[in-house]
């Protein structure tokens, strides 16, 4: 072997052994000789760690450019339309709820007044001068009429309850009684008409049902 190139296995073995020392923490760059750090520093040219070259991106043109921003400016103006239209969807909804629930406080007030012209009618039903009552048990159905036709104008809407199957999203159950023939569960007696506002319960209806 030559002279040389027994001097250049020498350098590359000392290159190893300062690299290895400076791994394990033996060794700094200030502890090296001003040689010894050339030797031991990284080349220029050397390829990166993860054996690619980071690409640049390519440049957009002017017009790719105020596309993009185009498409940017479109996608935020949709947005901003649907939102203004749910927001306007949202308002609608909350001033008819409004409505209904002032509408159904409205018409439960006169519920009570209903139930005093059923009171009425009977008690002149029931009446030992009923030839007497006659011309006023007239008046009082007639007025009663105009006042069933005013709630239902207005939305009131009896429910159904007499030989109905008991439910009790719009029946209210106050007693049982057997009654032969019937099934159980059935409405026998209604003793407070119910009424509905759309689908809004104003007032359950009060029933007897079959046991």
């Known amino acids: ?23 394990d923490g033996k060794l700094t760059n200030e502890e090296l000789t001003p040689e010894e750090q050339q030797e031991a520093a990284p080349s220029e040219n050397a390829a990166p760690a993860d054996g690619a070259a980071a690409e640049k991106e390519p440049e957009l043109s002017p017009e790719e450019q105020l596309t993009l921003e185009r498409d940017v400016f479109h996608d935020k103006w949709m947005r901003a339309v649907a939102e203004t239209d749910n927001v ?18 409205t018409l439960r007030a006169f519920l009570d007044v209903y139930d005093n012209f059923e009171r009425a009618l009977q008690l002149m039903s029931e009446s030992d001068e009923e030839n007497k009552a006659g011309g006023l ?35 209210e159950a106050v007693g049982q009684l057997p009654r032969e023939g019937v099934e159980a569960g059935m409405v026998i007696e209604v003793a407070q008409q119910g009424f509905k506002y759309g689908d809004m319960v104003l007032r359950p209806a009060r029933v007897i049902v079959s046991s």
Not at 1 to 16: L, W
């Open 88 to 105: 306007r969807k949202r308002a609608r909804k909350e001033v008819n709820d409004s409505r209904r629930f002032a509408q159904a406080e």
């Open 1 to 23: 072997m030559s002279k040389a190139r027994q001097e250049k296995k020498n350098s590359a073995n000392r290159n190893n052994e300062i690299l290895d020392e400076t791994v």
């Open 137 to 171: 048990r007239e008046g009082v159905e007639l007025i009663f009429q105009k006042f069933q036709g005013a709630l239902k104008d207005r939305g009131a809407v009896k429910i159904e309850a007499r030989d109905c199957e008991f439910d009790p999203n719009v029946h």
